[in-house]
């Protein structure tokens, strides 16, 4: 696979699904033979980005490819990479909706069976910390846990993972699409919560069952 290729799609993708604006957020994908990790380069538009500015590292951080500098968030992408060895993608948005409850640094509780079945339980929210800072890529590891597949950040955005690009793209679409329906409902009535006994049978299900051939 051309994995050069394949995060500039992703780049513009992000940007026009409506993740993003201008130059914010970035992504990363590793190749999971090589362990080669591919990042968007530091504040350039999305449309623009070529396969020459991907910057290509090491997990631990060493410059392989690229004459770009990487995103700002390299460390915590990076971090996020060497921590989980099934996570192979990783994308930072500022979506609108999940932007509303990082603001008020509140949780995203699963409401809805698209997020029981992808989050398998609450999406935290990371103590904020500067853009770019170690600090912040330590608070986002505390909120993410060993498992989850997105936190928000606060006052910033969130972070989603997947085993592969399109998989964390679906984490991201789940995010945004939770997050809209909890601040509908919150300014109409009581949202309920799915109890954990069935968030944790769903979350099974998706893993080990869902999808054809399983
Ligand atoms: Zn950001």
Redesign the pocket.
Known sequence: MNYKAYLVESGKRMLHKGLTVET??NLSVQDPETGLVYLTPSAMPYDSISEDDVVVMREDGTLVEGTRKPTV?CGMHLGILRSRPGIHAVI?T?PIYSLVFAVQHRDIPPIIDEAAQIFGGTVHTAEYAL?GSAELAENVQKALGPNGMACLLAN??AVCLGKDMEQAFRVCTVLEMTAQVYQMALTTGTPQQISQQNVDYMKDFMEHHYGQGK
């Open positions: 914010w957020g968030e930072h500022h853009p910033h955005g």
